[in-house]
């Protein structure tokens, strides 16, 4: 059994961390190229060659799987919120830049070949049809984060080929226990501002890796790569370090917590 970081990652992925690399993602694309979540921004993450372009996910009101960070669309006069809207309705919106709002597909099609995905759950509900829509497009690697355990819990249960991670913010702890982010992460996105060596320590010795956001400064990046992160995401991608040595991502297959996590 691999002893790796992140052993339980799409295989594209846990090859880089295996190779003493680490993991770089475009927040929603290059939203200083064209607003975020749009197929502009993650076109130019792709064409930047990062690892994996972050994007945002909601569902319409007729089950489209639609791409935005907030849930309401800005609009003349009042503001559009998803949910209640129908893709067509959602389709004549401006979003800057004459951008349209896209479809989870569309943007697998962009980042195919080029970029992995980590989808971030804005909505409750999505893991099956994000599931129906990886493999009807036979589209990897493919990531999804956030906040809606029960979202990822049955990914992890009936589509184990996408990765998983655990979204950690200050407040987590009062939502839910360690000890399930310890059983089923494959790996756990964290604010910047809440990560110490004690923090991946803890995460590294069950083999998840530890993913930072959202990073724009180069020194904080360098600062967090050195105190042993997997992965920086970023507004900035194009202002990531490089590193000259690759970091040594072995751990100690003791401490490893090997085999299919529990899903109580």
């Known amino acids: ?13 846990r090859g880089r961390l295996r190779a003493g690399q680490w993991l770089r993602t475009a927040h929603r694309g290059l939203p ?8 502009s921004a993650i076109a130019a993450a792709a064409d930047l060659g990062v690892d994996v372009i972050e994007i945002d996910l909601h569902a319409t009101a007729d089950g489209r799987l639609v791409l935005w960070h907030d849930e309401e669309i800005p609009a003349p006069g009042q503001a559009v919120t998803i949910a209640t809207a129908t893709l067509h309705k959602l389709r004549q919106l401006d979003l800057g830049q004459g951008e ?4 989870l ?13 980590m989808i971030d759950l804005k909505a409750n509900g999505l893991a099956r049809p994000i599931a129906e829509t990886a493999r009807r497009l036979d589209f990897a690697p493919l990531i999804v984060c956030g906040h809606f355990w029960g979202s990822m819990r049955w990914l992890r249960r009936h589509v184990p080929e996408i990765g998983i991670s655990f979204t950690l913010d200050r407040p987590w702890r ?3 226990g360690q000890a399930l982010i310890d059983r089923s992460a494959d ?6 501002r809440m990560i110490d060596r004690a923090l991946i320590s803890h995460y590294h010795n069950r083999g998840i890796a530890v993913l930072a956001w959202t990073v724009d400064d180069p ?10 992160v997997d992965g920086l995401t970023s507004n900035r991608p194009d202002l990531f370090p490089t590193l000259a040595t690759p970091r040594a991502q072995l751990i100690d297959p003791d401490l490893v917590r090997l085999g299919a996590p529990a899903l109580d």
């Open 100 to 103: 349209r709002i896209i479809e």
């Open 174 to 176: 009062r939502r839910i």
């Open 219 to 228: 020194a904080e990046m360098q600062r967090l790569l050195d105190l042993g």
């Open 187 to 192: 790996a756990v996105t964290v604010n910047r």
């Open 1 to 13: 059994m691999d002893a790796h970081v992140g052993y339980r990652l799409p295989p594209a992925l």
């Open 32 to 39: 200083y190229v064209a607003p975020g979540n749009t197929a």
């Open 105 to 117: 597909a569309d943007a697998m099609a962009i980042a195919r070949d080029r970029a992995a995905l």
